[in-house]
């Protein structure tokens, strides 16, 4: 679990979280984010009261955020409240349907690819549809989906982000909340049929957000204007079955792991 208030304003929130955007770089035309992409900064909740969080930085890049190691698990559980500042100004026909997105909570392959195209599963907020989908890039050649789900992601509005994923079994679970109201706002759950156990080897997880419709040098449809989003009270719980039939529970004490792969694949 991680609130932020331990560290410092103005850092980065280390050793708990490493930083996404140094991890595999993007060539030219790619934009990767300067480092640190993310710190800590005082704000206020969904009710008004001080508090600490963490805010991607106001630049464009391809990864902004932070994650860190966990045990592959075959069940994964990660909730966090997130509010999205600004949005990038995403053009679709740079970005396709859906990319560019100002925060993601994600379960990922850290080290295989840049965040925003490594083998991946979570929710996050849109800059061109400005409302939440669930991602998916499954590891080994599985299966790869963009899924709307059916919510807008306002701007300055804490949300409560819960997300469970049977990496065993395939099945994708993503509910939202108003963080202050409380009030249920969308409980989804997706199964993909033909999954294999393979297909769920997650050993990190992140928060970040980034624009890969932004390209240097720009042209007339690349993104501009940079995503700012905060991620605050993250928790993540892990599950794995050391015996058929028996579950060990194992409450992880982990901070955020970012990840992201984006919409438009690149010419690469």
Same mark, same amino acid.
């Given at each position: 679990?991680?609130?932020?208030? *331990?560290?410092?304003?103005?850092?980065?929130?280390?050793?708990?979280?490493?930083?996404?955007?140094?991890?595999?770089?993007?060539?030219?035309?790619?934009?990767?984010?300067?480092?640190?992409?993310? $710190?800590?900064?005082?704000?206020?909740?969904?009710?008004?009261?001080?508090?600490?969080?963490l805010?991607? *930085?106001?630049?464009?890049?391809?990864?902004?955020?932070?994650?860190?190691?966990?045990? $592959?698990?075959?069940?994964?559980?990660?909730?966090?409240?997130?509010r999205?500042?600004?949005?990038?100004?995403?053009?679709?026909?740079?970005?396709?349907?859906?990319?560019?997105?100002?925060?993601?909570?994600?379960?990922?392959?850290?080290?295989?690819?840049? %965040?925003?195209?490594?083998?991946?599963?979570?929710?996050?907020?849109? *800059?061109l549809?400005?409302?939440?989908?669930?991602?998916?890039?499954?590891?080994?050649?599985?299966?790869?989906?963009?899924?709307?789900?059916?919510?807008?992601?306002?701007?300055?509005?804490?949300?409560?982000?819960?997300?469970?994923?049977?990496?065993?079994?395939?099945?994708?679970?993503?509910?939202? *909340?108003?963080?202050?109201?409380?009030?249920?706002?969308?409980?989804?759950?997706?199964?993909?049929?033909?999954?294999?156990?393979?297909?769920?080897?997650?050993?990190?997880?992140? %928060?970040?957000?980034?624009?890969?419709?932004?390209?240097?040098?720009?042209?007339?449809?690349?993104?501009?204007?940079?995503?700012?989003?905060?991620?605050?009270?993250?928790? $993540?719980?892990?599950?794995?079955?050391?015996?058929?039939?028996?579950?060990?529970?194992?409450?992880?004490?982990?901070?955020?792991?970012?990840?992201?792969?984006?919409?438009?694949?690149?010419?690469?």
């Amino acid at each position: 679990t991680d609130n932020f208030e *331990s560290y410092a304003v103005g850092s980065t929130p280390s050793p708990l979280w490493l930083d996404v955007a140094p991890v595999v770089p993007l060539p030219p035309p790619g934009v990767n984010a300067p480092t640190p992409s993310s $710190v800590v900064v005082t704000t206020t909740n969904a009710f008004g009261a001080p508090t600490q969080a963490l805010q991607t *930085s106001n630049s464009l890049g391809v990864a902004k955020g932070i994650y860190t190691a966990v045990p $592959v698990s075959n069940v994964y559980s990660l909730s966090a409240d997130l509010r999205t500042l600004q949005y990038a100004n995403t053009n679709a026909l740079a970005a396709g349907p859906a990319t560019d997105w100002s925060m993601q909570l994600t379960f990922a392959r850290a080290g295989v690819q840049n %965040f925003s195209s490594t083998p991946q599963v979570g929710v996050y907020a849109s *800059s061109l549809t400005q409302g939440w989908r669930l991602y998916l890039i499954a590891n080994s050649g599985g299966p790869i989906d963009d899924f709307d789900l059916g919510l807008p992601a306002m701007l300055n509005t804490w949300y409560s982000v819960n997300f469970d994923f049977d990496a065993v079994n395939g099945i994708a679970r993503s509910r939202i *909340s108003d963080t202050l109201t409380g009030n249920l706002l969308v409980d989804t759950t997706r199964q993909y049929a033909g999954w294999q156990e393979q297909f769920g080897l997650f050993d990190s997880i992140a %928060f970040f957000g980034g624009e890969v419709a932004a390209e240097s040098p720009s042209t007339a449809i690349s993104t501009t204007s940079p995503n700012i989003a905060m991620v605050d009270n993250i928790n $993540v719980q892990l599950a794995a079955v050391p015996v058929p039939g028996t579950l060990l529970l194992v409450l992880s004490g982990l901070g955020v792991l970012g990840c992201a792969s984006r919409r438009r694949m690149r010419n690469a």
